[in-house]
């Protein structure tokens, strides 16, 4: 399970140091995909060879199972960590999640998420908006 939040910096050539707790669960190469929000997601390959066998079951004559799936996995790509615990970014997924330099990685149970700083920042809550919230996801059935 992924947890915590680290602050690192994109190189000018899309290196990013991963932390080296959540590059014991992601393995030497993961898989680094567009997600929602606006960030990037990170998945273990195990975790990812799960979410392609989701989509296989998914009937493709849905036109938003289309859109999704080509959002989804046109935007992925192999990341390999090397020596100091960098991956490269490829400049495609870097624009999307418009990452320039201050970066936050987060853990997210099943997957790291990577923001670009100031975005990251602007996901604060109020404290009356995180019990509303609360409420809806104990009508899911999750609960506290």
Known sequence: MFMGEYNHTVDTKGRLI???????QLGNAFIVTK???????????????????????ISMTSKDARKFSRFFFAGAAEAEVDK???ILLPPVL????????DVVL????????IWDKERWMQNSYEEDEMDEI???MAELGFSI
Not at 18 to 24: I, M, Q
């Open 106 to 113: 987060v853990g997210v149970l099943s997957r790291v998420e």
């Open 134 to 136: 609360a409420e809806h």
């Open 18 to 24: 991963v932390p080296s707790k959540f590059r014991e």
């Open 35 to 57: 997600g929602l929000d606006g960030c990037l997601f990170a998945y273990p390959s195990e975790e990812w060879h799960g979410i392609e066998e989701k989509f296989r079951g």
């Open 94 to 101: 870097r624009e999307y999640a418009a990452l320039q330099k």
């Open 84 to 86: 100091q615990g960098r």
